[in-house]
């Protein structure tokens, strides 16, 4: 059964999420008004990598608080899986 605070960091998360979208489209377009046509691909990996760092373990926590572990799959299935893929190569 999920809790009131795992619903509430829930909600806080996503909140999180659109408001850096936000902010992210917002300084795009002001860099595209000083002159700044193409952002270096390193850039943007290295912002998405330390926002998952970031706000990873907010949404790790909400998974472990609503308890939907018991609800996925057993490692078994997949286990099973790799198996039958492996014996059919």
Not at 21 to 31: N, Y
């Amino acid at each position: 059964m999920r809790s009131i605070t795992s619903a509430r960091l829930t909600v806080q998360y996503y909140v999180m999420q659109a408001m850096v979208i936000t902010v992210e489209d917002m300084l795009i377009a002001a860099a595209k008004k000083v002159g700044i046509t193409r952002i270096p691909f390193f850039v943007s990996y290295a912002w998405v990598i330390w926002w998952m760092a970031w706000s990873g373990p907010m949404w790790i926590d909400t998974v472990i608080r609503a308890e939907f572990s018991r609800s996925l799959p057993s490692i078994s299935y997949f286990q099973r899986l790799l198996n039958l893929l492996a014996s059919a190569a």
